[in-house]
Every structure is written in structure tokens, then in C-alpha cells.
């Protein structure tokens, strides 16, 4: 069974910085890229980036290309969203999610995590 | 970068009634190559559709996804009190973006 557990609620001051974790079990860690996608309350959903944990190739997109920083430790199959200096904007829930890959940085999402959510205030 | 929008916004049904969703993309989406996603308040997305289509494992037969080039459309034919929730559509034709999202509420 493929599942990804998140590390749990997050409050954080303006400034400070932050690592939040997802550890995956069920599958081949480093034969699947793992994603973030962000919700901010009440919102839809934005893909961040995502890492291919058998090297540590890491894309992200545009809007958070220098914002977060995404690595994986594969001896605990667990990926990580890195924060050095955190603003009230990044008040969101972050979703893991493991991702189908169809070529470049495209694909779907098929198992996700329940999320964390991380308040900066 | 292609934007998807879907509707309508909000949705207003009965259980056993169908429900439409449509997703409109500002571009033709490569191969088709769109998911459909549930979302229940203070869950994960639930992947139900992928490859414009095919239902994904476990997700019941109610849920049918068609459409091709810029517009696509999920039906729920019989809606069940489970599936008042959030739908969002993603295309991954290139890279990835998502809809806003349709809610579907009684």
C-alpha cells in the first residue's frame, strides 16, 4: 500500500525558517519523482516543484524557483520543502504527493500525503 | 503556460442527481492529458480521472471523464452524498497547472 505521512502543523514567525518532511513507504522511493503543491486557505491548488530522489534532480517551477528548497534523504525514504526565511504569504498547506512523470516536468499526482499546515504569523 | 478554468464556481445539486464540470483550457492540451481530482474539506486531493478518461483504481463507475483539445468535462451520473466536495481539474500536456475548482454542494 502506498502511503505518504507528513510531519504535522507548523507555527512560525515571519523570518524564522522551516523544514517540513514526507516520508513515503509502498513503493520504490527513487523510482518515482515526489512533488509539493501548496494550498493557500481556501484556494486551489499550485504545483512547487519536485524531486527525483535517485540523484536528487530537483525542478521547480518559476513562482518558487529560489523561494523553497526541496531534498530527500533516501536511506529514510523522506523528501523535504525548505524554507530559509519565512513570510506571512507562505501561510498555506503543503501537499506531498508522488508523481506520474510523462516526459520534462509534466504528469499527474496519484497518492498524496494529508498535507501540513504551516502558519506564519 | 496554459490556464485552465473551470465551471461553474459552485455547483448546486440533489443526491441522485448528475452533475457536469467542465475545464476550458486557454491552449489545446497535448494528448489530452488531463486529470481530475476530489478534494473533501480538510483532506488530500483524491485522484479520480487521468489521461482525460480513464478512471483511476478504486474510483467508482458514477465518475466519467471526456473531452479533448481545450475542453473537458467530468460527469457524475447519480451523485452520492460522498461526492459533494471539490473537484479541480490539471493538465500535464506541458508542465503542469491546475483549475480553480468546481464545488459541487447540495
Known amino acids: 500500500e502506498v502511503v505518504l505521512v507528513q510531519s504535522g502543523a507548523e507555527v512560525k514567525k515571519p523570518g524564522e525558517s522551516l523544514k517540513i518532511s514526507c516520508q513515503v513507504s509502498g513503493y520504490t522511493f527513487t523510482s518515482f519523482w515526489t512533488a509539493w503543491v501548496r494550498q493557500m486557505p481556501g484556494k486551489g491548488l499550485e504545483w512547487m516543484g519536485m524531486?527525483?530522489?535517485?540523484?536528487?534532480?530537483?525542478r521547480y517551477t518559476p513562482s518558487f524557483q529560489g523561494q523553497v528548497t526541496i531534498s530527500a534523504d533516501k536511506s529514510i525514504n523522506t523528501v523535504y520543502l525548505h524554507w530559509a526565511t519565512l513570510k506571512a504569504s507562505d501561510t498555506a498547506t503543503y501537499y506531498c504527493?508522488?508523481?506520474?512523470?510523462?516526459?520534462?516536468?509534466?504528469?499527474?499526482?496519484?497518492?498524496w500525503g494529508p498535507g501540513t499546515v504551516v502558519t506564519v504569523s | 503556460e496554459i490556464v485552465l478554468t473551470q465551471s461553474p464556481g459552485t455547483l448546486s445539486l440533489s443526491p441522485g442527481e448528475r452533475a457536469t464540470l467542465s475545464c476550458r483550457a486557454s491552449q489545446s492540451v497535448p494528448s489530452d492529458y488531463v486529470v481530475w481530482y476530489q478534494q473533501k474539506p480538510g483532506q488530500a486531493p483524491r485522484l479520480l480521472i487521468y489521461?482525460?478518461?480513464f478512471r483511476a483504481t478504486g474510483v467508482p463507475h458514477r465518475f466519467g471523464g471526456s473531452g479533448s483539445g481545450t475542453d473537458f468535462t467530468l460527469t457524475i451520473n447519480g451523485l452520492e452524498a460522498e461526492d459533494f466536495a471539490v473537484y479541480f481539474c490539471q493538465q500535464y500536456g506541458t508542465s503542469v497547472t491546475f483549475g480553480g475548482g468546481t464545488k459541487i454542494e447540495v
Open positions: 504527493a508522488r508523481h506520474i512523470n510523462y516526459g520534462g516536468d509534466s504528469g499527474y499526482f496519484d497518492f
Open positions: 524531486i527525483w530522489p535517485g540523484d536528487a534532480d530537483t
Open positions: 489521461d482525460a478518461f
